[in-house]
């Protein structure tokens, strides 16, 4: 079955400090991969993607995103946390070709910590 | 210049009742997209439409029926509205399987 895992639901870190927010998937073929963050109250804003190549991505805000297909990972990281980065996080998949059904992870809320 | 909008934002209504929510994009995008967000954040799909074609239709009530009278818009009515249905409702864009573009939400209370 197809799936997303954000094993953590709510992570809390420091203003400054790094950040590393998992996901892994379940899927039949190698998917294309997204991070999407949500402000309170507002719609989805897609931070990065993954379809080929280079396994490093590099996204709007300072974010980055490995895909780790052995591991069948694609954790998200930023190096140092800004006070306006707290919002949820989704980490989703979907299919390289046919019909763009996209599968969401449960989310993975972020505090940051003056 | 937004890119995907929808309206109304929020939705007040009473059990039973029946209610739309529109949604245009002006992105020259071919496929259009409403998903369910619930109370704990889960966000799941419910329709697709190509080009005004049903594409994806998931394990959703019939009493949602969406609309596409064209590429840019694509509207969700909700008939017989049952306390279960409210939720946060977004609309979102995209070109075949390249990234999508998610409307602001609409969030629904049913009393």
């Known amino acids: 079955a197809q799936s997303v895992t954000q094993p953590d639901i709510h992570i809390t870190v420091s203003e400054g400090a790094s950040l590393e927010l998992r996901c892994n998937y379940s899927y039949g073929a190698t998917p294309y991969l997204f991070w999407y963050v949500q402000s309170p109250g507002q719609g989805l804003q897609l931070l990065l993607k993954?379809?080929?190549?280079?396994?490093l991505v590099q996204g709007i805000k300072g974010f980055e995103a490995e895909f780790k297909r052995s591991q069948s990972s694609f954790n998200l990281r930023k190096p140092s946390v800004h006070w306006s980065d707290a919002a949820e996080y989704f980490c989703a998949v979907g299919p390289s070709g046919g019909y763009n059904k996209l599968i969401f992870g449960a989310g993975t809320r972020l505090a940051v910590h003056p | 210049d937004t890119a995907v909008s929808q309206t109304p934002k929020y939705l007040v209504t009473q059990m039973g009742n029946d209610k739309s929510i529109k949604c245009e994009q002006n992105?020259?995008?071919?496929?259009m997209y409403w998903y369910k967000q619930d109370s704990k954040k889960f966000l799941k799909i419910m329709f697709s439409?190509?080009?005004?074609?049903?594409?994806i239709n998931e394990t959703v009530p019939n009493r949602f029926s969406p609309k596409s009278p064209d590429k840019a818009h694509l509207n969700l009515h909700i008939n017989s509205l049952e306390l279960g249905d409210s939720a946060v409702y977004f609309c979102?864009?995209?070109?075949?399987?390249?990234?999508?573009?998610f409307g602001p939400g609409t969030r629904l209370t049913v009393l």
């Open positions: 439409y190509n080009n005004k074609e049903l594409i």
């Open positions: 993954y379809f080929s190549g280079d396994t």
């Open positions: 992105l020259g995008h071919d496929t």
């Open positions: 979102a864009s995209s070109i075949l399987v390249n990234e999508q573009f």
